[in-house]
């Protein structure tokens, strides 16, 4: 019996019997999505291509028609994993509040992302696995890690605009704001486990006014 939303087998195929574009897409989603869930649970050496195809309900091979090997599956994995996330910072409208109270609902959400119990299982899996794969620690970085410094620039430059920050160099700007907001929250977090979430406020909020210190545009 056929649930409802569940597409038939004649819709989900084109001629000759070949996935249609939708159906393909669809399955290699379902790929990266599972890919990633088992890398984070068993690492990169523990997820093996044969439990990813199985799990994914795919063929090996189809695996290895649009991937090289498994280092190239587990930075699109990776990748489609972080995309929800970084897509809620890319989402994120500035309002008309003053530049601190908007930061810090901005650092707010960033916070939020990198503190989730799967955000931090995929930087903890990054950091074990980077010095016997660096080339995978490159792309991530490249592909990934970027993605949130724009979101951050993005932000940064509207408050330069309304001239209540100077930004002068924009990605060393963002940089800056990710390890005060963000980084040494979430390094304390792996050192300690979770924070009480007052004490993590008035950080976080010390934290918005160091960085305004050096950039807040100066008034004559």
Request: positive net charge.
């Amino acid at each position: 019996m056929t649930e409802i939303g569940d597409l038939s087998g004649e819709s989900r195929r084109g001629r000759g019997g070949r996935p249609t574009q939708a159906e393909a897409e669809r399955r290699h989603d379902l790929l990266l999505r599972t890919a990633a869930e088992l890398f984070i649970a068993h690492g990169l050496q523990g997820a093996s291509l044969d439990a990813i195809a199985r799990a994914a309900g795919v063929a090996k091979r189809s695996i290895y028609a649009r991937y090289a090997d498994k280092g190239e599956l587990f930075v699109a994995a990776i990748e489609r994993l972080m995309e929800d996330r970084i897509g809620s910072l890319a989402a994120y409208e500035v309002g008309d509040a003053p530049v601190e109270e908007g930061l810090l609902g901005f650092a707010r959400l960033l916070l939020d992302i990198a503190l989730k119990p799967q955000t931090m299982a995929l930087v903890r899996m990054l950091i074990n696995e980077g010095p016997r794969f660096p080339q995978l620690a490159r792309l991530d970085a490249e592909r990934n890690r970027h993605k949130g410094l724009a979101a951050i620039t993005r932000v940064l430059k509207i408050y330069a605009d309304r001239g209540e920050i100077v930004v002068e160099d924009p990605d060393m700007l963002a940089e800056i704001f990710g390890v005060l907001t963000v980084r040494s929250a979430q390094h304390r977090a792996f050192i300690l486990g979770p924070e009480d979430p007052a004490q993590l406020e008035r950080r976080l909020k010390g934290s918005i006014r160091i960085f305004l210190n050096g950039c807040r545009a100066r008034r004559a």
